[in-house]
């Protein structure tokens, strides 16, 4: 799966074409700066972006000695869903039950609060400096695999529609994922309370791109 490869090639200048009023590295950034605006860009879309599809977590913190920065989700582990691995409850023939509709909206929605986090990077106009790749990467790969039963081409081209959608989600969010992640940069660490409020305080300044 090239999850990775998506997420630089297509991500980066599709979302520098269609978002305005984000903060980007304009000239020469000191590298310390740079990489600080890049990891706040990445959790703070990932945060907005749970916000957005009603996805819980405690917390998106830029401090943490074990792990680093991160979201920490409520409930965001991968669970099969019986539809796509041969259950009882529905199939391709009988069409999928509304438990397992729901259970399927549940994963995609995870998948794109992972993907997300590479778009708000981008968006910056910094050097990625190698952040958060890997660890979104192999989260998609898991909640593919053990919810949907795909992996490789079948699992990227779930990716790639998810994608499409991430980027219409956040189309003119811009403004608000770079107010939350100023608040980030400032208190280190914010709840989703604190997130939906940024948001909220800054419903007026959705960029217009009708």
């Known amino acids: 799966m090239t999850h990775g490869a998506i997420c630089c090639s297509i991500v980066g200048p599709l979302w520098v074409q269609v978002v305005a009023g984000w903060?980007?590295?304009?000239?020469?950034?000191?590298?310390?700066i740079a990489r600080e605006i890049v990891v706040s860009a990445h959790e703070?879309?990932?945060?907005v972006v749970s916000v957005l599809l009603g996805m819980p977590f405690e917390y998106v913190t830029l401090d943490d000695e074990d792990i680093g920065p991160?979201?920490?989700?409520?409930?965001?582990?991968?669970?099969?869903?019986?539809?796509?691995?041969?259950?009882?409850?529905?199939?391709?023939?009988?069409?999928?039950?509304?438990?397992?509709?729901?259970?399927?909206?549940?994963?995609?929605?995870?998948?794109?609060?992972?993907?997300?986090?590479s778009i708000g990077m981008q968006a910056t106009?910094?050097?990625?400096?190698?952040?958060g790749h890997q660890a979104d990467k192999q989260y998609v790969e898991r909640v593919c695999d053990i919810a949907f039963a795909e992996?490789?081409?079948a699992a990227n081209r779930r990716v790639q529609r998810l994608l499409a959608r991430a980027l219409e989600l956040l189309k003119g969010e811009g403004a608000r994922v770079s107010?939350?992640?100023?608040?980030?940069?400032?208190?280190r660490r914010l709840t989703m309370a604190d997130v939906q409020q940024i948001?909220?305080?800054?419903?007026c300044d959705r960029d217009d791109l009708s």
Do not use: W
Request: with cysteine; aromatic share 4%; proline share 5%.
């Open 23 to 32: 903060v980007r590295c304009g000239g020469m950034v000191e590298r310390g």
């Open 44 to 47: 703070a879309t990932h945060a």
């Open 70 to 117: 991160h979201v920490q989700p409520i409930d965001n582990g991968p669970r099969p869903i019986a539809f796509y691995k041969g259950g009882s409850c529905c199939d391709a023939v009988r069409g999928m039950c509304q438990a397992c509709g729901n259970e399927e909206a549940r994963a995609e929605s995870c998948i794109i609060v992972s993907i997300s986090g």
């Open 125 to 131: 106009g910094c050097p990625d400096f190698g952040y």
């Open 151 to 153: 992996t490789g081409a």
């Open 179 to 187: 107010a939350v992640g100023r608040e980030l940069r400032a208190h």
């Open 199 to 203: 948001l909220d305080e800054n419903a």
